[in-house]
């Protein structure tokens, strides 16, 4: 099988994916650096401070995701990430400047991680709308796979370089190569073709927002699954940046062992990408809920106290249920959701997805405070579970399945000429 095969790897879909690559190595290493930078900043700080730094992020980005999304669609979507890029690249060069300087406050590094949250709020919807608008529906399930595993590789880079780089070099030079990805990522961005069809002067933004919102709620697969990764995503957070890092720099050797583990995550996920590739499961959104079941392994390999290389076990399984289950949503959002409305039904997937991540993390640091790190991991764990298993009960995610994609018009039957 041909996996870059001419015929549907466009040139939006090249580009697009080339910058995600160069993105996602900064993307992967950046999270590691300011969660040890916090932590070696100031000997008094700990998991409530990285739980405040990592939801500053979160605040704006859950205000602003709804008018990025309405921008998106009235907007060349490729000039939105362009200046969604160049934003966060210069953020987080001033955040790398403030920590090579050495002993910046906390509510600056909330500050910096705030402005992050504000560029991906612009950028997360329109990317999302090209990347399923690139490709055509009959190839949709292989190049939503190779555009996954793409990105993954470069987290698998991103993740164990950051780490490694963390522990050699500091966590400042770590932020600043972030920021020269975003740069990167931001050029090669320019030169994405515009091909949405939209009307420039439009409704005006609040009616398209009630439209996507409209669009949103009448499907009930789409808001469940919505509502299951709002509680979902917060755990995982919890998890990756601040019960992780902290149960490894307790027990596992640092920021280069947490580095490790992050990056068989993403060796999970390419992995299972390959399958993804060829498989086309007839229910989709079953099939990937089924993936959701491997999302609280690593919070119980942590509670158990197990060994790095059983940790990173975990992490790896939890990639191939990440990878089994984006591929076939995005597969079901192409299939369900209208090209015109694509961004601000994924906004609103974001927004709600996203939702309790500012509070997840905020709240992260008190709830191991009360139940101490095994029992807060211990709880992630099993609402994890619990989670995966509540999708069930709605039907439409039992049953929704692939349709055949549309026949190539030459490869059509000629239909019967009828009189009156």
């Avoid at 609103?348 to 709830?367: E, I, Q, R």
């Amino acid at each position: 099988m041909r996996l870059f095969d001419p015929a549907w790897a466009g040139r939006n879909y090249r580009i697009q994916t080339a910058a995600n690559v160069v993105s996602g190595l900064g993307n992967a290493a950046a999270p590691i650096a300011t969660t040890f930078a916090v932590l070696q900043l100031n000997s008094d700080w700990g998991a409530t401070e990285i739980g405040w730094v990592m939801s500053a992020r979160m605040a704006p980005l859950m205000v602003l995701l709804l008018i990025g999304g309405a921008l998106a669609d009235r907007l060349p979507r490729h000039l939105v990430m362009v200046g969604a890029n160049l934003f966060n690249a210069a953020s987080q060069a001033v955040l790398a400047a403030l920590v090579l300087m050495g002993h910046p406050s906390l509510w600056a590094l909330m500050l910096l991680s705030a402005a992050g949250g504000v560029g991906q709020a612009f950028y997360a919807p329109a990317a999302e709308g090209v990347i399923l608008q690139a490709v055509p529906a009959e190839h949709a399930a292989k190049a939503f796979s190779v555009f996954k595993m793409a990105l993954n590789g470069a987290q698998i880079g991103g993740a164990a370089l950051g780490g490694a780089l963390t522990a050699v070099v500091g966590p400042g030079w770590v932020l600043a190569g972030d920021a020269a990805c975003f740069a990167v990522a931001a050029l090669l961005r320019t030169g994405l073709e515009d091909v949405s069809e939209r009307d420039a002067a439009g409704p005006g933004l609040v009616r398209e927002l009630v439209v996507g919102w409209r669009e949103f709620r009448s499907r009930q697969w789409l808001w469940a699954v919505v509502l299951q990764f709002g509680v979902l995503n917060a755990c995982v957070l919890a998890v990756e940046a601040v019960y992780g890092p902290k149960a490894a720099a307790e027990r596992m050797g640092g920021a280069g062992a947490w580095g490790l583990a992050m990056a068989a995550l993403s060796v999970g996920m390419v992995s299972s990408g390959l399958l993804m590739a060829r498989w086309q499961p007839r229910r989709v959104l079953l099939v990937g809920n089924g993936g959701v079941f491997l999302f609280g392994l690593p919070a119980l390999a942590l509670a158990l106290h197990l060994p790095l290389a059983a940790v990173a076990a975990a992490m790896f399984l939890a990639g191939v249920g990440t990878s089994v289950f984006v591929v076939n949503w995005m597969v079901t959002l192409q299939q369900e959701i209208p090209e015109e409305l694509l961004s601000r039904v994924s906004a609103y997937d974001s927004l709600g997805s996203f939702a309790l991540l500012p509070a997840g993390t905020a709240l992260a640091g008190p709830v191991a405070g009360a139940l101490g790190l095994t029992g807060a991991l211990w709880a992630c764990a099993l609402l994890c579970l619990a989670l995966a298993a509540a999708a069930l009960l709605v039907p439409d995610i039992r049953r929704l399945e692939r349709r055949p994609a549309p026949a190539a018009a030459a490869d059509r039957e000629p239909e019967p000429v009828t009189s009156g």
